[in-house]
């Protein structure tokens, strides 16, 4: 039996369906990522949780037992904000300390929860400090900590990484996975960031118009996107999402030029799709290559150890590549021979086909993928 059971969960605002017959499991010790846009329902599905929103219809079961009506504090489960939610006149220990007053808690184990608290998320030097004379790292850390002090069989953490800066979320991405592992402590964990939701989560549950539209390993979410809305989110620069038809028994057209399509794929792809090709999956060389896109190298951005190209074809589609840095290409040829004009330059960009996504052009819906021979699937 999984550990937490939401079954057909809902909750409107008004008119506004925010949670619509929700249903998931999450099995005990496991770290769920809610990751969806600005406006999806993330917030409103730990309130529904942690029993500080009750549902319209729909249960809440924790370790067996049904928890929909009880009270927050009743539940067993531990929750932290993304804009801290610190009590302003209380120290940083007194802000941990509060859920363990509240329980009457002797004040020799409340002590030693507290500073074993403050020592493993290492913020025990400013323990004194007010929270207005903290940074927002040690504001967060002082929020997980009182989160953690309980000890919670279930920890709701509402996009905590949000609200601080770069150094300090790089650093708690490494540390949350590792102390939470260490207490065995279920978490389901909300954010709109991709790169957290996948370098966090064993799975992804992607939320949008109050339902899960896909729940998978990280992997599986970005390699096996279930449409064409998921594969955009995950990704930057994002996808290349190029609209696509048939063209013979073995070529789709793309941007105006035939690309092979795969033997595999023959059965699959109807005479209109959506190609999704990932932007590390289109190679640009600046000779003719057969089977290539010819294209003009519109602009070129380096980001982090990877340079990323915007390309557009001859008919205007853009679409974006992106290759080591190692192996850059210089925007533009530096004469007015190539025939496009300064700043620009002519290259051909040829696409990953073997890698790609299809989708339906009408639902934005994953095609349907070949069966694998035997020898393949072994």
Same mark, same amino acid.
């Given at each position: ?108 184990? $409340? ?45 709701? $953490? ?213 069966? $694998? ?6």
């Amino acid at each position: 039996m999984a550990y937490l059971s939401v079954e057909a969960l809902s909750k409107a605002y008004r008119r506004n369906e925010v949670i619509r017959d929700l249903s998931f499991e999450v099995e005990r010790g496991e770290f769920l990522v809610v990751f969806g846009p600005s406006g999806a329902g993330k917030t409103v599905l730990l309130r529904l949780i942690a029993g500080m929103v009750l549902p319209d219809r729909g249960r809440v079961v924790l370790g067996g037992a049904d928890i929909t009506r009880d009270a927050p504090d009743r539940r067993d489960i531990g929750m932290a904000f993304q804009n801290f939610a610190l009590y302003p006149h209380m120290t940083a220990y007194e802000n941990i300390a509060s859920p363990l007053r509240s329980r009457g808690m002797a004040r020799a184990e $409340l002590d030693g929860r507290v500073h074993g608290a403050a020592n493993l998320l290492r913020i025990d030097h400013v323990i004194t400090h007010l929270p207005k004379a903290l940074s927002n790292g040690q504001k967060q850390r002082t929020a997980l900590a009182r989160a953690l002090v309980g000890e919670p069989s279930m920890l709701l $953490l509402d996009d905590p990484l949000r609200n601080v800066d770069a150094k300090v979320r790089y650093e708690m991405r490494l540390e949350l996975p590792r102390l939470l592992r260490a207490r065995d402590t279920t978490v389901i964990y909300v954010t709109q960031d991709y790169k957290e939701a996948m370098a966090l989560g064993d799975r992804i549950a992607v939320l949008g118009d109050g339902r899960f539209t896909q729940i998978g390993s990280p992997e599986t979410i970005y390699n096996r996107p279930a449409d064409s809305r998921i594969a955009r989110l995950f990704g930057d620069p994002p996808i290349n999402l190029l609209d696509a038809r048939r063209d013979g028994a073995a070529e789709l057209r793309v941007a105006s030029n035939s690309v092979a399509l795969p033997v595999r794929r023959s059965n699959t792809v109807a005479s209109d799709c959506v190609l999704g090709v990932r932007p590390e999956d289109v190679a640009v060389s600046l000779e003719p290559v057969a089977g290539a896109v010819p294209v003009e190298i519109d602009a070129v951005t380096p980001l982090n150890d990877r340079q990323v190209m915007l390309l557009r074809a001859d008919d205007g589609t853009e679409i974006f590549a992106s290759r080591p840095q190692s192996e850059q290409i210089e925007p533009s040829a530096g004469n007015a021979h190539d025939g496009i004009g300064r700043g620009r330059r002519r290259a051909w960009a040829t696409l990953d086909i073997e890698r790609a996504h299809f989708f339906e052009t009408r639902t934005g819906a994953r095609l349907a993928e070949p069966a $694998l021979r035997p020898e393949l699937a072994r």
